[in-house]
């Protein structure tokens, strides 16, 4: 996790999150926060490489981040990222 502390709300425990651009810079700070909430995160980046280091990164946390490339850009590859967080998160 980071060097920050991040207040604890009780509410995200279990919740699903999905953040996109997760892999790195400010998407990867949200998707450590959520994290440390214990929320289930999914979190979609094109760079496959920086992403894959972050979920190894969180691996030793309670909730391990979901990660799935995906270009925003095409439509298509979109909803099958978005039907595969909902079919592995709920």
């Known amino acids: 996790m980071s060097t920050f502390n991040f207040p604890h709300y009780p509410d995200l425990k279990d919740r699903t999150v999905l953040i996109t651009g997760g892999g790195s810079g400010i998407g990867a700070a949200f998707v ?4 440390g ?3 289930k995160v999914a979190f979609f ?3 496959e490489e920086t992403s894959l280091e972050l979920v190894r990164k969180l691996a030793t946390v309670n909730q391990e981040p979901l990660f799935v490339k995906c270009d925003l850009t095409d439509i298509e590859a979109l909803k099958e990222a ?3 967080v909902e079919n ?3």
């Open 45 to 47: 980046d094109i760079q």
């Open 32 to 35: 450590e926060a959520f994290v």
């Open 82 to 84: 978005v039907s595969e």
């Open 88 to 90: 592995k998160l709920g």
């Open 37 to 39: 909430q214990e929320s």
